[in-house]
């Protein structure tokens, strides 16, 4: 099995694991492709790993600056055909080619955002399987905005792309899907281990806040991360930020002793001992968070994250803050709301409906078959 990633980080990779886990477990030999960048987060997940080619920093870095405060249908476009389907698939090509040539995978899993290996697999006629990162019809649409590149890539690449399987770990409740071939799984239980006692034996509640790790490349993102420290230091809880690999903590400085920061603690490890998860809306930590049953506080940043917000407030899980100005634009991310958002997680603790609302969907994803089996029926179909 290969598994196939593009820029993005941890939140990229992260669906890929299900799969390539079940697969390892049956005995499959596996591998993920991606760009240089993403090496180090595949070596730790402990994949083997086979670098592509990746977009050169003076391209990417203006469209990374830019995705969180332009207007929705530009950052749409600027994601969706020109990094992903342009830059970065033409980038990936060529040791994508030379990857499936070689190594003749039988089965591709890719992430939404990495083309090279769609078309590669269906030009050499290998089977490929989409695995959601989000919202079923906001992959759907980002394939439609891509569409102009795709089909420059390889004619009838959009179509190929919505025709293939597409399994998804998201509760159907709130991920209705456009796809014509969907399935759903559950993930097998990651074991946690305890977090260090960064705070001296107190009991308060945890609250667990990340931002992913796309917010550490942008140049606001250590003013982004003191507004957050600002909103969290006086409330009586127990607080653990994570910023990622990229970001240096030292540009903090002193933080509240009721904060601890650190580039990384493994997700399965912070929500087993959280009470609540401040995070961006992405799909990894929100839905990671409702799976374990716990209510969160979305700031959303860019790209499907206000999309994530919508359907948890629609579920009562939880509450989120809006960034938008009255004409419909974004406030920069450094002008957070540091009162809104120590207001949202207190009110979010103290009313239970939204812990229940949170119980409610992980029910829901645990009644999902695992993936070890959907692994097997998609081997075999």
Do not use: K
């Not at 499936?100 to 078309?119: F, G, H, N």
């Not at 904060?259 to 799909?283: I, K, N, T």
Request: proline share 8%; aromatic share 4%.
């Amino acid at each position: 099995m290969l598994g196939a990633c593009s820029l993005g980080g941890a939140g990229h990779l992260q669906p890929l694991r299900a799969p390539l886990d079940a697969a390892r477990r049956l005995g499959a030999d596996t591998l993920v492709a991606g760009p240089p960048a993403i090496a180090s987060i595949v070596g730790q997940a402990g994949l083997g790993f086979a670098a592509c080619g990746e977009p050169p920093e003076e391209l990417v870095a203006p469209i990374r600056e830019r995705l969180p405060v332009a207007p929705a249908a530009e950052a749409s476009v600027l994601g969706n055909r020109e990094l992903f389907g342009r830059l970065a698939t033409t980038a990936m090509l060529p040791g994508m080619e030379r990857l499936v040539s070689d190594w003749r995978p039988d089965l591709i899993v890719r992430e939404p955002c990495e083309y090279a290996s769609a078309v590669m697999g269906h030009r050499e006629g290998v089977a490929v399987v989409q695995v959601a990162i989000g919202l079923a019809d906001v992959e759907w649409s980002a394939i439609g905005v891509a569409a102009p590149a795709l089909d420059a890539h390889r004619s009838g690449l959009t179509d190929e792309c919505r025709s293939t399987p597409y399994v998804s770990r998201l509760p159907a409740s709130l991920d209705p899907s456009p796809f014509p071939d969907t399935r759903r799984f559950r993930e097998a239980p990651s074991p946690a281990t305890a977090l260090p006692d960064w705070w001296d034996d107190s009991d308060r509640p945890l609250v667990y806040v990340s931002l992913g790790t796309v917010l550490g490349h942008m140049s606001t993102a250590a003013s982004v991360y003191r507004a957050v420290i600002a909103a969290v230091a006086e409330l009586e809880v127990r607080v653990l930020l994570t910023v990622g690999r990229r970001f240096d903590t030292a540009e903090l400085g002193a933080v509240a002793p009721n904060v601890r920061v650190e580039p990384w603690v493994d997700q399965a490890d912070a929500l087993a001992e959280a009470d609540l998860v401040v995070c961006h809306g992405g799909s990894g930590t929100t839905y990671g968070a409702l799976a374990a049953g716990l209510p969160v506080v979305i700031v959303p940043l860019f790209a499907d994250q206000f999309s994530n917000a919508r359907r948890v407030v629609a579920a009562g899980a939880g509450v989120s803050l809006d960034r938008r100005t009255p004409d419909g634009a974004r406030h920069p991310l450094d002008r957070i709301d540091i009162g809104g958002l120590a207001e949202a997680i207190e009110h979010v603790r103290a009313d239970d409906s939204f812990r229940r609302a949170a119980r409610d969907v992980a029910d829901e994803m645990a009644a999902f078959p695992t993936i070890d089996r959907l692994l097997e029926d998609l081997c075999s179909s």
